[in-house]
């Protein structure tokens, strides 16, 4: 791939070469997890890791042309201008305007992102020139992914499987090394926030906070981790609610002449950009014939998930990862770099199906050919039906086999007792 130099020019290979690394990158796994653990081993795989995402880490972003829209709101703000009261197109940024401008997303509407990741655009924008340059603080974050789950997973018998899911995952290296988006920054605060949950729930708390100030999708965890603060009965708990609360306050004050225009943004955004590779979404727009039900439904799902893992006091790894997935199967958004939410929670919860989803997931830039002949941007049904048939399939399946699994066992555990309890007699 970096010898491809532009992925997206060289699409066709690019897809071709991403499922031929998820080919190799499942032997690997296989391997691991029927071996056992050892310290070079590890050590082969954090080094391999690094030296992944340092090959792809020389390339200009070309799959997805995010990071320049990170420029432009860094540059924008770097020249005293606030983005989300202007969007790019607007004739008093004109003098702004470099080839990256030509190329970003949604140049028409100011920007959508959080208030954490403006101020890193801005330090991006002020310390780090060229387009390269700019994805450092992404890949970073990414890395202390990989340094906390390297730490937390020392302690599995196979650790080392574990780590590798995460570490050799070829969506997580492409998505980030190569196209540097910001979704690292919410994913490294949320593995962070597990990670410190049991033993410091308040900040647990607030580096969820910062996280969802980054990408939203950390705040549906926040409700459990107020919970297990004890919030509203105990001191602990208003204590990280307000510090949360100041974290907020003072990643939004420096925008705060925009925020009566929030709503419209989002509105606005919610306008152009729907329908974009989703899954279950989809087959509910079938069923209901309209977007908003679509789009409530899934809502609901994932807010009723969240406020159920809360009531239930559930174990905050497998809330995350039920909460995630159901995200990612329900929004009527899902580009291929929000699938990299999900797999450092593989780590601890190996499902098959969800890693054979991330590397299928390289299938929707299928929709870059059509883009470049004639600038129609289109996901393709069949391709849709490629990528998330075989996942829906192997998740079924395992969910019959791992019941009936269960089933055998809890008969001969009953056939057990009754010889007990015969022979007793």
């Given amino acids: 791939m970096a010898r491809s130099g532009d992925l997206k ?43 992944f995402r340092l090959t792809l880490y020389s390339l200009t972003p070309s799959l997805s042309t995010d990071i320049q829209r990170y420029r432009w709101d860094g540059r924008v703000q770097n020249e005293g ?94 998505e980030f090394a190569a196209s540097g988006h910001n979704d690292a920054l919410a994913i490294a605060a949320m593995i962070a926030a597990l990670a410190i949950t049991k ?9 969820l906070t910062a996280g969802s100030l980054a990408k939203l999708f950390p705040i549906t965890l926040l409700p459990l981790a107020l919970r297990l603060c004890s919030w509203p009965r105990k001191l602990r708990g208003w204590l990280a609610v307000g510090s949360a609360g100041l974290l907020a306050g003072a ?43 679509a789009a409530g439904i899934g809502e609901g799902v994932v807010l009723g998930l969240a406020i159920w893992a809360a009531a239930r006091n559930i174990e905050p790894l497998r809330a995350a990862y039920l909460i995630v997935g159901a995200i990612l199967m329900l929004a009527p958004n899902t580009y291929s770099w929000y699938f990299t939410w999900i797999v450092p929670l593989l780590c601890f919860f190996p499902n098959p199906a969800w890693m054979l989803l991330t590397i299928l997931q390289f299938l929707s830039y299928k929709v870059l050919i059509e883009y470049q002949i004639n600038g129609i941007w289109h996901f ?35 056939d057990e007792s ?6 007793t007699a």
């Avoid at 071709?16 to 796994?29: D, M, P, S």
């Avoid at 009754?418 to 022979?423: R, T, V």
Wanted: hydrophobic letters at 50%.
């Fill in 9 to 51: 020019v060289e699409v066709i290979e690019t897809i071709a070469l991403a499922l031929a690394a998820g080919v190799v990158y499942f032997i690997a796994l296989y391997a691991l997890e029927h071996s056992a653990k050892s310290r070079p081993a590890f050590w082969i795989i954090v080094t391999a890791a690094v030296l």
């Fill in 81 to 174: 201008w606030n983005p989300y009261a202007l969007a790019p197109d607007d004739p008093r940024l004109a003098y702004l305007r470099d080839p990256g401008w030509a190329v970003m997303p949604g140049p028409e509407i100011p920007s959508m992102y959080p208030p954490l990741s403006q101020l890193v655009f801005r330090a991006g924008a002020r310390f780090l020139t060229g387009t390269v340059a700019f994805k450092l603080p992404f890949v970073l974050a990414e890395l202390l992914v990989l340094a906390i789950l390297a730490k937390w997973l020392r302690s599995y018998s196979d650790g080392n499987y574990r780590l590798a899911i995460y570490a050799w995952n070829p969506l997580v290296i492409v």
């Fill in 199 to 207: 033993k410091r729930p308040g900040a647990s708390a607030i580096t």
């Fill in 251 to 293: 990643c939004v004050w420096p925008y705060r002449s925009a925020l009566t225009q929030f709503p419209q943004i989002f509105v606005r955004y919610q306008a152009i950009w729907q329908d974009y590779n989703p899954s279950l979404y989809a087959v509910l727009l079938w069923f209901s014939g309209h977007a908003e039900l």
């Fill in 380 to 414: 393709d049904t069949y391709f849709q039906w490629l990528t998330y048939a075989p996942f829906y399939a192997l998740l079924l399946g395992s969910a019959l086999l791992n019941g009936r699994g269960q089933q055998a066992l809890l008969a001969s555990a009953q």
């Fill in 418 to 423: 009754g010889e007990i309890a015969g022979e």
